[in-house]
């Protein structure tokens, strides 16, 4: 399908960082690192997603 999103293994890790970004800005939150954390009942993976508040 032309124009579909992206999934976020095909993201770049700057890229995933801009995604989280936007997710936490309105909470005056700056994301620090996301990477893909092993889980037992999330088709095996999840987002583990690191960011400090600001004020």
Do not use: N
């Not at 989280?20 to 690192?33: I, M, N, P, T, W």
């Not at 954390?37 to 960011?51: C, E, K, M, Q």
Request: hydrophobic letters at 35%; glycine letters at 8%.
């Amino acid at each position: 399908m032309i124009g579909a999103p992206l999934s976020m293994e095909e993201l770049t890790d700057a890229q995933r960082l801009d995604r989280f970004a936007l997710k936490y800005a309105h909470d005056g939150c700056q994301v620090r690192e996301v990477r893909q954390v092993p889980h037992d009942t999330l088709s095996g993976y999840a987002w583990s997603v690191r960011f400090s508040e600001g004020s």
